[in-house]
């Protein structure tokens, strides 16, 4: 991968989880857009993924959409081969697929903690293992955590505070490993963010999450995009290990 000061992807290839809509859809046509080869994953948004590859490729880029549950080891490391397979190289693995079971403590199931913690801990583990035996000096992996994770302002988040915690010591940790072969690790962490999952006009809560952000609103899908587009770039090549809260003031 370029190590310069170009912030270009030109000649690069990116692997985003989760890539069928909302912010990982946003991240996959933002990297797309700066020149990366993009393959992006998905369960069951089918349409969403072809449409989001559809539309890279009507904007003169390569893309490529995979069906792969990241609670599903096997379909993790598979995800990354055929990445390989299709564009020849990995440069930039962005880990942004995410599941969630919010509810008080008693009530959240056995299958709920299994799932969430497949998802949200395994599956980027697993991604990155399979990702480091491909990326080139210069490579990134860029996770998704949570503002969650450094604060939780309502009950009912335990264990999506969990597992969003341990993005920051998987960040921190594979930023040391892989270190000295010049590839960057680091963590995004978003606040609010205006999904479909999470609505700023309408939702559960919206109001009240709005209300403990610093700047009073949600964020939006590209704001993120445009972070995670930064550190995949040549100007972050001395940023590692690092988390980067994207959340309008929510942990200040």
């Known amino acids: 991968m370029n190590s310069s000061s170009s912030n270009s992807l030109i000649g690069t290839t990116a692997l985003v989880t989760g890539g069928s809509r909302g912010i990982g859809a946003a991240v996959a046509l933002r990297l797309a857009a700066e020149g990366a080869d993009v393959a992006l994953t998905y369960v069951n948004g089918a349409e969403q993924a072809g449409e989001v590859a559809g539309q890279i490729k009507e904007n003169g880029g390569r893309a490529l959409a995979l069906r792969a549950d990241m609670a599903e080891a096997a379909e993790v490391t598979d995800a990354v081969t055929s990445t390989v397979a299709e564009f020849g190289r990995l440069d930039i693995l962005v880990n942004n697929a995410g599941a969630g079971a919010n509810g008080p403590l008693d009530e959240v199931s056995l299958d709920d903690v299994d799932r969430v913690l497949a998802v949200n801990v395994r599956g980027p583990y697993l991604a990155a293992q399979a990702a480091a035996r491909h990326l080139p000096e210069g490579g990134r992996i860029i996770n998704l955590g949570s503002c969650v994770a450094a604060h939780v302002p309502f ?6 505070a969990v597992s969003k915690s341990a993005t920051d010591g998987l960040t921190k940790g594979l930023a040391r490993e892989l270190g000295s ?3 960057t690790v680091n963590q ?6 205006d999904t479909d999952m999470n609505p ?8 009240a999450q709005a209300a403990l952000t610093a700047l009073g609103r949600y964020g939006t899908s590209e704001e993120i995009a445009h972070t995670v587009a930064h550190l995949a770039s040549g100007h972050a090549r001395y940023i590692t290990g690092a988390s980067v809260a994207v959340d309008g003031g929510f942990t200040a």
């Open 188 to 193: 995004v962490a978003p606040g609010p963010i």
């Open 200 to 207: 700023a006009s309408g939702g559960e809560g919206a109001a």
């Open 155 to 160: 009950p009912g988040m335990v264990l999506y």
């Open 181 to 183: 072969r010049g590839i």
